[in-house]
């Protein structure tokens, strides 16, 4: 960026001062997300992993107590149990089943309670406006994860949520091709955020952003169509024999299906499945004869894929117990016809494998 005059340059007053500190096509970006989220400043980040770890440097200093969804997103976890913990922040996990009991769990250092809902492979609902009235009857701010539903289907902030979290990569780019991470805020936050955001060098690529802005234009016609994709193809594998359920938010046999209700307007391509027990080599099996699902963990573009999970190994506060192994799928916007035909070959060769 460059200044007119030095009187110009020393008083610092114009609109973009520094490339890394915000550009025209930055900030276009950063208005669109706080207008969708209903929120107050958004500020971006290269990827979503990175807009979690700004948040919890922001607002979270050393001999902080922080509050952490056991459901979360697993490198959330080793962020909590490795950066945080060196810099002297101690993480407690919770159930994210807990809602209004949160409280049993502050103590007097407790800054912050991170959520995540649905959680991103098991899909447990959370309680957000009963875990935020209570964390802020103690002055603790709540922050919130909204990648699944995207800001179309949920607005945090409005259940009492004080920041919300993006992976753009996901859906907001929603092409495969860019990454990109976002908090948005309310006001009172904003200033720390900002801070925190400048002091640390944090600024999302061009072209990231150049791509997610393009992906925001699509956003609203992509999602009905992965909803639509994935609510068909959920309810086809649930009737399968070798299934013994769906883990899915909008399923009235969901555990959390009435919070969704309250919550959310609407679901996405993300959702998992228990199998039967069938033993790990039928599993790779199926897996490996998939020819329309790719393996791999960066949901949220126009194809779809599949993974097998096991959270049993990294749960602290809650036990993940299942009748059989754990796939989670997101349905793309491909033909549901090809993608039926595609697990109907996966199904085969798990059969085959035993």
């Known amino acids: 960026m460059l200044f007119p005059s030095v009187e110009r340059l020393q008083a610092r007053d114009a609109e973009y001062t520094y490339g890394r500190r915000g550009t025209p096509t930055l900030r276009a970006l950063e208005t669109a997300i706080s207008e969708l989220e209903h929120g107050d400043a958004t500020v971006l980040t290269p990827s979503g992993l990175s807009a979690i770890a700004c948040a919890f440097l922001a607002f979270a200093k050393a001999g902080d107590h922080i509050l952490v969804s056991d459901s979360v997103y697993q490198p959330t976890r080793k962020l909590c149990d490795n950066l945080l913990k ?23 250092k407790t800054r912050l309670v991170y959520c995540e809902s649905p959680g991103s492979q098991t899909f447990e609902m959370q309680d957000i406006p009963a875990i935020a009235e209570r964390a802020h009857q103690r002055g603790i701010m709540v922050v919130a994860d909204n990648t699944w539903a995207t800001p179309l289907y949920c607005n945090p902030l409005e259940l009492g949520a004080d920041a919300v979290i993006h992976a ?15 908090i948005t805020v309310r006001k009172a936050y904003a200033n720390d955020l900002r801070m925190s955001h400048g002091d ?13 802005l ?4 699509s956003l609203s016609v992509r999602l009905e169509q992965h909803r639509r994709n994935a609510i068909e193809m959920a309810e086809w594998i649930a009737a399968r024999a070798e299934v013994v359920r769906v883990l899915h938010p909008a399923f009235a046999s969901h555990e959390g299906h009435d919070l969704w209700k309250r919550d959310f307007s609407g679901s996405t391509g993300l959702f998992s499945v228990i199998l039967r027990a069938h033993p790990a080599k039928a599993i790779g099996a199926m897996l490996d004869s998939l020819e329309l699902f790719g393996m791999g963990y960066s949901w949220g573009g126009y194809e779809s894929l599949v993974i097998p999970f096991d959270p049993s190994g990294y749960r602290s506060a809650t036990k ?20 039926k035909a595609d697990l109907e070959r996966g199904f085969e060769a798990l059969g085959r494998g035993h």
């Open 214 to 217: 393009r992906g925001l234009r």
């Open 200 to 212: 640390m060098g944090i600024c999302a690529g061009p072209e990231d952003t150049f791509l997610c």
């Open 168 to 182: 753009g990569t996901k859906y907001f780019c929603g092409h495969a091709d860019a990454n990109l991470g976002s």
């Open 320 to 339: 993940w117990e299942a009748e059989g192994p754990a796939l989670r799928f997101h349905i793309g916007l491909e033909d549901t016809a090809d993608l």
């Open 86 to 108: 060196r810099m002297g922040v101690t993480t407690s996990f919770y159930d994210p089943r807990i809602g209004a009991e949160i409280e049993s769990l502050f103590t007097a």
